[in-house]
């Protein structure tokens, strides 16, 4: 067994266990009665959400610049699934996928312009999910949604969420990937490794840096498109709502959705976010002043579209079939750091 598994046999233990206790103490009955009333429109949210995915895989499209018409748009949506597909099943804060996502497009793109474009839209999501919690926290508030010690709480995670992303921007743009890999060689463990590392990785960060100077107005696209997909969460929230029974208004859906991600992010360390996502929508729900069983229906539909979409990932990824030879017609590593010409769409 390979030390990756077993550091996520653990995890999945724990969110297994977690998952079984809430299913336990919320009643599965109680929890099967509310998902019998959504029925066979499950399915047309699944598929709905695969415009939510579309925008998601345009915000990362921009970042491409001119090399944009190296990749089409379909196959860019299955690299993208195949990616998340990875994210999803690996506790790593959704990280894992990402190099991947770059590696697959190693027959049209360089693999540092690749790993460029992966790492700033991976900071164009973050920036793009803390606006859009910060709007649905600003609804709970003012429309008083939650009770005043969940409010508050949401709020202190809020906060320290939005101040790691800002570190994390601070220290993408004065080079992030050299800094850690010339950090990790003062240890004094496996120092030319990671020395070695350390001097490739800084051309990745000049790379990086050269978007920032003159890819702005890409930048911002790709955000606005990032809003839209997690917007278009808070529109799943507003259906499924509905087809539960809740009397919803569009503020609510809003707030649960930007408190649910909120929740989801602080069990990162479990793969699939097992239990976790569920045991935070029945806090959100409660808080709300709705039934413990309804928010644990409204996890289980959320993760029944999860896992179709992420199922779809891994066909995407045995298709690409990632250990292939790379493509001898692959393109040189050009000399610009940073492309000018406008994206297609």
């Given at each position: 067994?390979?030390?990756?598994v077993?550091?996520?046999?653990?995890?999945?233990?724990?969110?297994?266990?977690?998952f079984a206790?809430?299913?336990?103490?919320?009643?599965?009955?109680s929890?099967?009665?509310?998902?019998?009333?959504?029925?066979?429109?499950?399915?047309?949210?699944?598929?709905?959400?695969?415009?939510?995915q579309?925008?998601?895989v345009?915000?990362?499209r921009?970042?491409?610049?001119?090399?944009?018409?190296?990749?089409?748009?379909?196959?860019?949506?299955?690299?993208y699934l195949?990616?998340?597909?990875?994210?999803?099943?690996?506790?790593s804060?959704?990280?894992?996928?990402?190099?991947?996502?770059?590696?697959?497009?190693?027959?049209?793109?360089?693999m540092?312009?690749?790993?460029?474009s992966?790492?700033?839209n991976?900071?164009?999501?973050?920036?793009?999910?803390?606006?859009?919690?910060?709007?649905?926290?600003?609804?709970?508030?003012?429309?008083?949604?939650?009770?005043?010690w969940?409010a508050?709480?949401?709020?202190?995670?809020?906060?320290?969420?939005?101040t790691?992303?800002?570190?994390?921007f601070?220290?993408?743009?004065?080079?992030?990937?050299?800094?850690?890999?010339?950090?990790?060689?003062?240890?004094?463990?496996?120092?030319?490794?990671f020395?070695?590392?350390?001097s490739k990785?800084?051309?990745?960060?000049?790379?990086?840096s050269?978007?920032y100077?003159?890819?702005?107005?890409?930048?911002?696209?790709?955000?606005?498109?990032n809003?839209?997909g997690?917007?278009g969460?808070?529109?799943?929230?507003?259906?499924?709502?509905?087809?539960?029974?809740?009397?919803?208004?569009?503020?609510?859906?809003?707030?649960?959705?930007?408190?649910?991600?909120?929740?989801?992010?602080l069990?990162?360390?479990?793969?699939?976010?097992?239990?976790?996502?569920?045991?935070?929508?029945?806090?959100?729900?409660?808080?709300?002043?709705?039934?413990?069983?309804?928010?644990f229906?409204?996890g289980?539909?959320?993760?029944?579209?999860?896992?179709?979409?992420v199922?779809?990932g891994?066909?995407?990824l045995?298709?690409l079939?990632?250990?292939?030879?790379?493509?001898?017609?692959?393109?040189?590593?050009?000399?610009?750091?940073?492309p000018?010409?406008?994206?297609?769409?």
């Amino acid at each position: 067994m390979s030390l990756g598994v077993r550091k996520n046999i653990l995890p999945f233990l724990l969110g297994l266990a977690l998952f079984a206790g809430l299913l336990y103490w919320v009643r599965a009955s109680s929890v099967m009665g509310y998902i019998a009333r959504v029925g066979p429109w499950i399915a047309a949210v699944i598929l709905g959400y695969g415009l939510v995915q579309l925008s998601f895989v345009l915000a990362w499209r921009v970042l491409l610049g001119a090399d944009v018409k190296a990749v089409g748009l379909w196959e860019l949506f299955r690299i993208y699934l195949a990616g998340d597909a990875v994210n999803y099943t690996v506790a790593s804060g959704n990280l894992a996928g990402e190099p991947l996502k770059a590696h697959l497009l190693r027959d049209r793109l360089p693999m540092v312009e690749g790993l460029s474009s992966v790492t700033i839209n991976k900071l164009s999501e973050a920036v793009s999910m803390i606006a859009f919690q910060g709007f649905g926290v600003a609804l709970a508030f003012a429309c008083h949604l939650m009770t005043p010690w969940m409010a508050w709480g949401t709020l202190a995670v809020f906060a320290c969420m939005s101040t790691g992303i800002a570190l994390f921007f601070w220290r993408q743009k004065k080079g992030l990937f050299g800094w850690i890999f010339f950090g990790l060689s003062r240890i004094g463990i496996a120092r030319a490794f990671f020395e070695r590392l350390g001097s490739k990785a800084q051309r990745l960060d000049a790379q990086i840096s050269g978007f920032y100077e003159a890819g702005g107005p890409r930048f911002f696209l790709s955000l606005f498109f990032n809003f839209l997909g997690w917007c278009g969460g808070a529109v799943e929230a507003y259906f499924l709502l509905k087809l539960l029974g809740v009397h919803a208004s569009v503020p609510m859906a809003f707030a649960i959705e930007a408190v649910s991600i909120l929740a989801n992010n602080l069990f990162f360390f479990l793969p699939a976010r097992l239990g976790g996502s569920e045991g935070g929508k029945v806090l959100v729900f409660l808080s709300m002043g709705m039934s413990s069983a309804m928010g644990f229906a409204f996890g289980l539909l959320r993760r029944a579209r999860e896992v179709f979409y992420v199922a779809l990932g891994f066909v995407f990824l045995i298709q690409l079939n990632p250990f292939r030879q790379r493509d001898s017609r692959q393109m040189q590593e050009p000399a610009s750091a940073c492309p000018t010409e406008s994206p297609v769409l």
